[in-house]
Nanobody, 127 residues
């Protein structure tokens, strides 16, 4: 199994940027498809971005397309989410997640498809 530790959240003004990191330890990082999710108060956890095991394929939720970039460094066991032009509606706790299934898909977008989760990091965007 893999252990995930999220970091990099904070308070930023609208239009600003943040870079989230997820450090993985345990089983070989490259054996997992990875994703970022977020959860705002009173709302369900929602998909933000996903990346394939090799890092060659990525997918984004429509609200973050063109503003967020997901990447991974399999040599350093690290997943990153670069967030630019942040908006108040991006305020949430952000979680990285790892999927160990092999279903023919390169990445996954539903929380139930992921097996391991980080503890979350708070992102607050002020207007």
């Amino acid at each position: 199994q893999v252990q995930l530790v999220d970091s990099g959240g904070g308070l930023v003004q609208a239009g600003g940027s943040l870079r989230l990191s997820c450090a993985a330890s345990g089983r070989t990082f490259s054996s997992y498809a990875m994703g970022w999710f977020r959860q705002a108060p009173g709302k369900e956890r929602e998909f933000v971005a996903a990346i394939s095991r090799s890092g060659g394929s990525t997918h984004y939720a429509d609200p973050v397309k063109g503003r967020f970039t997901i990447s991974r460094d399999n040599a350093k066991n690290t997943l990153t989410l670069q967030m630019n032009n942040l908006k108040p509606e991006d305020t949430a706790v952000y979680y990285c997640a790892a999927a160990e299934r092999y279903s023919g898909n390169l990445y996954y977008t539903r929380p139930g498809e992921y097996d391991y989760w980080g503890q979350g990091t708070q992102v607050t965007v002020s207007s």
